[in-house]
């Protein structure tokens, strides 16, 4: 089947502005997951839902970053006044959210620029 | 001390060739070791697996756990360019942290035909 999607593929915006990017898991996951990529780095924990609530937000940096997940499937990242800072590659997983291990599976990424 | 700790790189390996990477952990209650592939500027993708101490193979493949040394490695036989990429270490301890992996920072594997 469809693997995780997600959109925009690119993003660019300027500092202070708002912007959303959505994550599509595969069909039937339970469990979503964003992680934040910069540059020669590995991916890192930003917040995980497991249906409809988060049950990890831990990773995120501070109050400009929010993200929803209303019906328990698709998600969608907030970030509030972006920052150049914030540039990077927004990864979203999903996983089957049964038994453990759980194997996360990475959709694309978008990649958000904030000039 | 990083959680999860990889060599860089650039790792260079003939065609044909074994690359072995290495990435050591520190949380000794880490359950579950995921080894994944990211070629530039794509995601990453999910190459092996592994929750028990010992060797596991998948193809060309083989991942290794030790977890009284708090060690997993990589190894690739019969190297090819189409494996030159980054290849990432992912770490999972479900009681202390739940769903959530921690990686390393990468290693960047180069073959060269």
């Known amino acids: 089947g469809a693997g995780v999607s997600q959109t925009p593929s690119n993003k660019v915006t300027e500092k202070g502005k708002y912007v959303e990017l959505r994550c599509d898991p595969i069909?039937?996951?339970?469990?979503l997951y964003w992680y934040r990529q910069s540059l020669g780095q590995g991916p890192e924990f930003l917040i995980y839902?497991?249906?409809?609530?988060?049950?990890?937000d831990s990773g995120l940096p501070n109050d400009r970053f929010f993200a929803v997940r209303p019906e328990g499937s698709v998600s969608t990242l907030k970030i509030q006044r972006t920052e150049r800072g914030d540039s990077a590659m927004y990864l979203c997983?999903?996983?089957?959210?049964?038994?453990?291990?759980?194997?996360?599976?990475f959709g694309p990424g978008t990649r958000l620029t904030v000039l | 001390q990083k959680e999860v700790e990889q060599n860089s790189g650039p790792l260079s390996v003939p065609e044909g060739a074994i690359a072995s990477l290495n990435c050591t952990y520190s949380?000794?209650?880490?359950?579950?070791f995921f080894w994944y592939r990211q070629y530039s500027g794509k995601s990453p993708e999910l190459i092996m697996s592994?929750?028990?101490?010992g060797d596991k193979e998948d193809g060309r493949f083989t991942a290794q756990l030790n977890k009284a040394s708090q060690y997993v490695s990589l190894l690739i036989r019969d190297s090819q360019p189409s494996d030159s990429a980054t290849y990432l270490c992912?770490?999972?301890?479900?009681?202390?942290?739940?769903?959530?992996?921690?990686f390393g920072g990468g290693t960047r594997v180069l073959v060269k035909p």
């Open positions: 592994i929750y028990s101490n």
């Open positions: 997983a999903s996983s089957s959210g049964t038994g453990v291990p759980d194997t996360q599976y």
């Open positions: 992912a770490v999972n301890n479900w009681g202390a942290a739940g769903n959530k992996l921690t």
């Open positions: 069909s039937g996951h339970t469990a």
């Open positions: 949380d000794r209650g880490s359950q579950s």
């Open positions: 839902f497991q249906g409809t609530g988060a049950a990890d």
